[in-house]
T-cell receptor, first 116, second 115 residues
């Protein structure tokens, strides 16, 4: 298993540009989440999904959009990039309780995004 | 809403010394608790987790943590630190719905190990 994969690893955007951060998992996990990590603030939840076709907002959703058309993929879209979105972005996935999961989230390697 | 506090931003210990990293949480019921470690430029790796049962949980790399409901704490310990343990450590609590889709993280503790 490749686990959770994220592309790209690094990205530089200009203010106002849009882009999509890709996340995929091959573990057949129902749940997937996006976090951003900023110095001194830990990781904060942006959006999450409990299954294909179902998404919901986390703590810091503004400026981001998600969709989940398949179990495997959970892309994060930046609609109009702003310098405040400069961060490291992590995707994570996990089983659900109904699948007998143990609530452990598996994290991807991250995408480092700089917005100038 | 749940929250996690890691009161120590930065800790320095000598190699071979013992380690304790503090974590306090706020949660309305029995929490699901985790410790993750992040090496520089890397993703997060799970060290250990608590869901129920024995309040002393063992993890990887010789780490353990003790859940104390009366103190709302889940402190991470290691009896003898190795230089390779230098990293950032995050405590996290599971979400209210009892699933794993949402974690609330503390702000992290950066561990420096001196030789």
């Amino acid at each position: 298993n490749a686990g959770v994969t994220q592309t790209p690893k690094f990205q530089v955007l200009k203010t106002g540009q849009s882009m999509t951060l890709q996340c995929a998992q091959d573990m057949n996990h129902e749940y997937m989440s996006w976090y951003r990590q900023d110095p001194g603030m830990g990781l904060r939840l942006i959006h999450y999904s409990v299954g294909a076709g179902i998404t919901d907002q986390g703590e810091v959703p503004n400026g981001y959009n998600v969709s989940r058309s398949t179990t495997e993929d959970f892309p994060l879209r930046l609609l109009s990039a702003a310098p405040s979105q400069t961060s490291v972005y992590f995707c994570a996935s996990s089983y659900s309780y109904s699948s007998g999961g143990t609530y452990e989230q598996y994290f991807g390697p991250g995408t480092r995004l700089t917005v100038t | 809403a749940q929250s996690v506090t890691q009161p120590d931003i930065h800790i320095t210990v000598s190699e071979g010394a013992s380690l304790e990293l503090r974590c306090n949480y706020s949660y309305g019921a029995t929490p699901y608790l985790f410790w993750y470690v992040q090496s520089p430029g890397q993703g997060l790796q799970l060290l250990l987790k608590y869901f129920s049962g024995d309040t002393l949980v063992q993890g990887i790399k010789g780490f353990e943590a003790e859940f104390k409901m009366s103190q709302s704490s889940f402190n991470l310990r290691k009896p003898s630190v190795h230089w390779s343990d230098a990293a950032e450590y995050f405590c996290a609590v599971g979400d209210d719905t009892g699933t794993a889709s949402k974690l609330t993280f503390g702000t992290g503790t950066r561990l420096q190990v001196t030789l």
